[in-house]
C-alpha cells in the first residue's frame, strides 16, 4: 500500500537554528514528490517537487532532497514568517493520485 | 490574478440537510480535485474528474457527490448520508499533465449546527 509519513509532527525552533523535517515514503513506482506550505486557514501552497533519487531543489531558504526511500526539507536560518504546516505528498506512476504525509507544523520563534 | 476560489470560507449544516461547497477557477486547468483534510491527518481524495461530464470516486467517496458540467466549476455537495462532514474541504486543480503540481483554494470550513 502506498503510504506517506512525516516527522516530527511539530518542531519548534529559534530563529535562525537550522533543523531538518523528514517524509519516508513507499509508493509503488515514484512519479513525483511534492513539497507544500499551509498556513492555518488557508490551501496548501507549492514549494517543490522532485522526480528522482539525488535530486535537490533550493528556494530561499529552503532545500529539498530525495533518496529511494524519504526526502528531507532542509530549513536553514529560519526565521519567524517560516512557521506554517509543511506537507509532503507523492504521486504513484499507476493511479496519478496524490497521497499526502499528515504534515509537520513548524514554529520559529524570534 | 490565475486561481481558485473556494466559496463560503465557512458553512454550518443541520441535521438531515445537503450542502454544496463551491469551486470555481480561471486556470484553464483541465482536471479538477476534492479534498477533505481533519486535525493530524493528511488530505484525502473525496473525488476528481480530469475531464468535463466525467469525474470518479477517490478514498473517501461515500456521503458526497459532484457534477462537472463547466471546466471551471466543480461543485461538492456533502449530503446527509456523511455522518462526521466536520472537517476543512480543499479543492485543487492541474493542467491536463498531472505530473504538474495541484493548484488549492483556500478551503471551505464546514461545521454541524
Known amino acids: 500500500e502506498d503510504q506517506v509519513t512525516q516527522s516530527p509532527e511539530a518542531l519548534r525552533l529559534q530563529e535562525g537554528e537550522s533543523s531538518s523535517l523528514n517524509c519516508s515514503y513507499t509508493?509503488?513506482?515514484?512519479?513525483?514528490l511534492f513539497w507544500y506550505r499551509q498556513d492555518p486557514g488557508k490551501g496548501p501552497e507549492f514549494l517543490f517537487t522532485?522526480?528522482?533519487a539525488g535530486e535537490e531543489k533550493e528556494k530561499e531558504r529552503l532545500k529539498a532532497t530525495l533518496t529511494k526511500k524519504e526526502s528531507f526539507l532542509h530549513i536553514t536560518a529560519p526565521k519567524p514568517e517560516d512557521s506554517a504546516t509543511y506537507l509532503c505528498?507523492?504521486?504513484?506512476?499507476?493511479?496519478?493520485?496524490?497521497?499526502f504525509g499528515q504534515g509537520t507544523t513548524l514554529q520559529v520563534k524570534p | 490574478d490565475g486561481g481558485i476560489t473556494q466559496s463560503p470560507k465557512y458553512l454550518f449544516r443541520k441535521e438531515g440537510q445537503n450542502v454544496t461547497l463551491s469551486c470555481e477557477q480561471n486556470l484553464n486547468h483541465d482536471a479538477m480535485y476534492w479534498y477533505r483534510q481533519d486535525p493530524g491527518q493528511g488530505l484525502r481524495l473525496i473525488y476528481y474528474?480530469?475531464?468535463?461530464?466525467?469525474?470518479q470516486k477517490g478514498d473517501i467517496a461515500e456521503g458526497y457527490s459532484v457534477s462537472r458540467e463547466k471546466k471551471e466549476s466543480f461543485p461538492l455537495t456533502v449530503t446527509s448520508a456523511q455522518k462526521n462532514p466536520t472537517a476543512f474541504y480543499l479543492c485543487a486543480s492541474t493542467p491536463i499533465d498531472l505530473t504538474q503540481p495541484q493548484h488549492f483554494g483556500d478551503g471551505t470550513r464546514l461545521s454541524i449546527l
Open positions: 505528498a507523492v504521486q504513484a506512476y499507476n493511479t496519478g493520485k496524490l497521497i
Open positions: 509508493v509503488s513506482g515514484l512519479r513525483g
Open positions: 474528474s480530469q475531464i468535463v461530464n466525467d469525474f
Open positions: 522532485l522526480y528522482s
